[in-house]
């Protein structure tokens, strides 16, 4: 089993930053790829970003392209996200995902843009 622990989340106003961070625990060796999703309120969960096990390929969806920053610490089993020039449309709860021999999924951190 792993277990995920968001945090990082908050109220920022529109173009501001906020950084989360994904600490991973457990049977971490069994964890591949690593990335957030999103789910705003009526909407599906979506995935805005993923990192290879090694942090060398990422993806981003194109509504988060060149604002948004996935990264991997393999040695503190952690992964961040780092968004800035933050929009009222990215107003959702993150939620951390890691592949392993299952899907793991964090808790979710509560992002509001908001003035």
């Known amino acids: 089993q792993v277990q995920l622990v968001e945090s990082g989340g908050g109220l920022v106003q529109p173009g501001g930053s906020l950084r989360l961070s994904c600490a991973a625990s457990g049977r971490t060796s069994s964890v591949l790829g690593m990335g957030w999703f999103r789910q705003a309120p009526g909407k599906e969960r979506e995935l805005i970003a993923r990192?290879?096990?090694?942090?060398?390929?990422?993806y981003y969806a194109d509504s988060v392209k060149g604002r948004f920053t996935i990264s991997r610490d393999n040695a503190k089993n952690t992964v961040y996200l780092q968004m800035n020039s933050l929009k009222p449309e990215d107003t959702a709860v993150y939620y951390c995902?890691?592949?392993?021999?299952?899907?793991?999924w964090g808790q979710g951190t509560q992002v509001t843009v908001s003035l």
């Open positions: 995902n890691a592949q392993g021999s299952h899907d793991y």
């Open positions: 990192v290879s096990r090694g942090g060398g390929m990422t």
